[in-house]
């Protein structure tokens, strides 16, 4: 028989091909040459990395050099106000002292139990949920021209074994009245309080600069109370103890003012819509008296979001700024990409975010806002500006919410002198100039346009004063005779206009 040869056999020829790769791929000669290719290859990433690094660095000094010879801070502590002392301090009384105590405790490192701290004051008494499932009752709304129903607070608080009643229905403002004497003793003491110079609560830069910040969400359930017990003293023709909670009202408000943070701006423009409603009731049932309007104005006219808009978003890019930083630290080998970031994220604040509102025009630019999100440096993503597209969009809309908060001050200012015209020539004036210069000094521009604030007398005897909106467009936010059309059409509407609903003569 002929002898076959592993030529002529396939599976022997694969068996001895392999064979020979193995041999090769596993010999010394070939492991060495796989190290050194390794080895350079490490040493070409670590090259890499290092250069992006030192170029990421470099880049951020250069840019945060340029940008503070001309006066700009980057850095947290530039924006952390002085402390007040404590016995001219609006929040350092009895009431505040256990969140403050937590506070302390929060940025000392002791995090357990960070939600333990809740109000003492609460408007629902504990309950909440949803209005079909627990019957809660609802605020008014300035903005769908729907006044507060105290009927229905009336019925919720007489359901309410938390609160007191009294043995038979009354009136329905005495019987909210009397529900939140519940909270009595602690408003008596923010009263008192109120009239301290300063106003501010605490930062702390031990472990991260500005928190913990849980006071927050305390001073949203105070300013809830304030406002129904303020809505209720109008309706009880007490017009000058409404006054008194709705000072407390702007000065929990006025306390988050120094606070170069984000949120709480937000929660200080969520304090002054409350108060603004407080004020949008009173005018449109004519219930404050003229001192009581002349107070106001002043209140409302001292109070500029546009002023302090650059500061709050500067000491936000600040704040960026240590977080970036931290995470730099724990990213080492990712430092560059991180510089790099830092860098955008702060050129975008600078070049697009802080020229959103002109503080000296009081003007807002919403149509830039609105194109925040398409800027030429974030339109197309890439390993740099990667954080920066997650972070304007919020950022932008931050604008627009302070504008619409501004034109409600400014339009209820306005308001309260056309009400002191109305309570001297016995009606509304036919246009603004009218006020001036007796009962305004100067009258306020629209802060979208920047034209003189738009008024007219409606055909039911009313005012209406109206604000362009953010899409710059008269959108007819209220039906001819002037009152505020339905929350379905109101939802679609998008100008921001103070007119009084016709029920409430």
């Known amino acids: 028989m002929p002898t076959m040869k592993a030529s002529d056999n396939p599976a022997g020829l694969r068996r001895s091909v392999f064979a020979r790769f193995c041999r090769w791929l596993f010999s010394w000669k070939t492991l060495r040459r796989s190290l050194v290719a390794l080895a350079g290859l490490i040493t070409l ?221 937000l929660v200080r423009l969520s304090l002054l819509d409350d108060s603004l409603n407080v004020v949008w009731e009173g005018l449109a049932r004519h219930q404050w008296k003229e001192t009581e309007l002349v107070e106001l104005q002043t209140m409302l006219a001292s109070i500029d979001l546009f002023a302090d808009y650059g500061r709050v978003m500067r000491g936000e890019r600040a704040g960026s700024n240590v977080l970036l930083g931290s995470l730099r630290q724990e990213r080492r080998v990712w430092a560059g990409l991180i510089y790099q970031n830092q860098k955008w994220i702060n050129r975008l604040y600078q070049l697009r975010v802080f020229p959103l509102i002109d503080a000296g025009l009081h003007r807002v630019y919403l149509m830039q806002s609105n194109q925040l999100t398409n800027a030429p440096e974030i339109r197309r993503t890439t390993p740099y500006n990667i954080l920066a597209r997650l972070l304007l969009p919020a950022i932008g809309k931050s604008a627009v919410k302070t504008a619409r908060v501004q034109a409600f001050l400014d339009q209820a200012a306005a308001a309260s002198a056309l009400e002191r015209f109305r309570l001297v020539n016995g009606q509304y004036p036919e246009n603004l100039q009218a006020l001036v210069p007796r009962f305004m000094k100067r009258i306020p521009p629209d802060v979208i346009s920047g034209n003189p604030l738009q008024y007219r007398r409606t055909d039911a005897g009313r005012i209406m004063l109206r604000s362009a909106g953010w899409n710059l467009e008269n959108d007819g936010a209220v039906t001819t005779d002037g009152h505020a059309k339905t929350s379905i059409e109101g939802a679609k509407r998008s100008d921001w206009v103070w007119t009084y609903p016709v029920s409430s003569e």
């Open 45 to 265: 990433i670590a090259l890499l990395v290092t250069e992006e690094n030192w170029r990421g660095k470099r880049d951020w000094d250069n840019f945060k050099r340029e940008w503070e010879a001309k006066g700009e801070r980057f850095d947290i502590a530039s924006f952390i106000p002085k402390p007040v002392p404590d016995d001219q301090n609006f929040v350092m009384i009895p009431f505040f002292a256990p969140l403050l105590q937590k506070e302390r405790n929060m940025a000392a490192g002791e995090w357990k139990d960070t939600n333990g701290l809740q109000s003492s004051l609460d408007v629902y008494g504990g309950v909440h949920g949803k209005r079909a499932l627990s019957g809660n009752p609802l605020f008014g709304n300035l903005k769908a021209g729907e006044l507060t129903d105290l009927q229905e607070w009336q019925k919720f608080y007489r359901a309410n074994t938390n609160f007191t009643a009294s043995p038979r229905p009354q009136y329905p403002a005495k019987d909210v009245l009397l529900a939140l004497k519940n909270f009595e003793p602690v408003l008596t003491e923010l009263r008192e309080a109120s009239h301290r110079p300063g106003a501010q609560f605490p930062l702390y830069l031990d472990r991260y600069p500005g928190l913990p910040l849980i006071h927050l969400s305390n001073l949203r359930a105070v300013a809830l109370v304030l406002r129904l017990r303020a809505t209720a003293f109008l309706a009880d023709r007490q017009s000058s103890e409404a006054l008194q909670d709705l000072r407390v009202s702007f000065r929990l408000a006025d306390s988050l003012r120094p606070e170069p943070f984000l949120i709480s701006h």
